[in-house]
């Protein structure tokens, strides 16, 4: 694969150029955003996975709910074995299957309780989301190259680690790297939080500062809270899996700072099967995670809270297997500057 991508370098100055012009275009209004009837606050990134905005919209939505907003989510449905407009939740119950809407939305309506949709044409699924459950705040889950829709607040989310990357495998434009804008794209963001997700708050490379100038800058990290059961649902303390044995099992973009959450918490991660993100699991890969749960003499299996919507599903298959989730929050380093920017942005009340 990254021999592929070497030999497409080439496209990179392409790839450049559109976006490039599709950019301009919104920029003098020759494309137009339209506004619908309700508060728009976007999460993206400029890179392809990784970045950790799905625990940033659960995050802001959990906020945005606390303080009295009728809050729902509306995403594009990565992955998903269905198209158009889908209905995902209208607060308490999952309508629909996760195969339909794609496991980040799925993982999303589960953990929040509010109303959530999917939908490629972002204002359709906004104004169908308003009407069919009554939101009057929606937080837009993976749109910040989607500018058909008028936002309040365009949040960005950036991987520290990324930052500090700067092989041509990684700081560079599709299809060689990772990503989807240059950096220069930032300037349409409001707000850019930087993810250290694990590991210590490091400065923004001397190199990039420029980009970042005048951007109300936070910082964000990730906090292992516990274990859960996907069969039982009973929650365990992290401290009980110090020293165990485990079998990794991870689909996700960045399987690195999950396993470096495991590691910190002295659970074994010797024994991994890495999937490509928004895995799509079947009969082979059980069979497959059942085999190599027996070889390794295993313990358990450990996977992301994302995996285990989709492994839930297998719970006959996995009946002699303890499998469990690591359930991760997302926290701010600067939780109080957050809140008023949110407040100034959206007029709450603290």
Known sequence: MKTLRYILYPLVPVYAV?????NWFFDKKVFKSKKVNAKIISVGNITVG????????????NLLKKEGRKVGVLSRGY?????????????????TSVDLCGDE???????CKIPAAVSENRVLGAKLLIKEAGVDTI?????????????DANVLICEQRFLHDFSIMSQSL????????????????????????????????DRLK???????????????????????????KIEEFEGQKSLVVSGVANPYSFVNALEQNNVDTQNRIIFKDHKDYATKEIQRIRKEFYET??????????????????????????????????????????????NNMFNLSY
């Open 18 to 22: 559109l976006m490039e012009i599709r």
């Open 50 to 61: 990784g970045s950790g905005k799905t625990p940033l919209v659960i995050y802001l939505s």
């Open 79 to 95: 992955g998903r074995k269905s198209k158009g407009y889908v209905l995902v939740s209208k607060g308490h119950h999952i309508l």
């Open 105 to 111: 939305i799925y993982h999303t309506a589960l953990e």
């Open 139 to 151: 937080v837009l889950d993976d749109a910040f190259q989607h500018r058909w829709i008028e936002r």
């Open 174 to 205: 599709l299809p060689t790297g990772v990503m989807r804008e240059p950096f220069s794209s930032i300037k349409r963001a409001d707000a850019v939080i930087i993810n250290r997700k694990f590991s210590g708050k490091m400065e923004i490379p």
């Open 210 to 236: 420029k980009y970042f100038e005048g951007k109300k800058i936070f910082t964000a990290y990730y906090k292992a809270i516990e274990f859960v059961d996907i069969k039982k649902r009973t929650h365990y």
């Open 297 to 342: 003499n295993s313990q358990s299996v450990v996977t992301t809270e994302k995996d285990a919507v989709k492994l839930s599903k297998y719970s006959k298959e996995l009946d002699d297997i303890d499998i469990f989730f690591l359930k991760i929050e997302l926290e701010l380093d600067e939780t109080e500057r957050f809140r008023e920017y949110l």
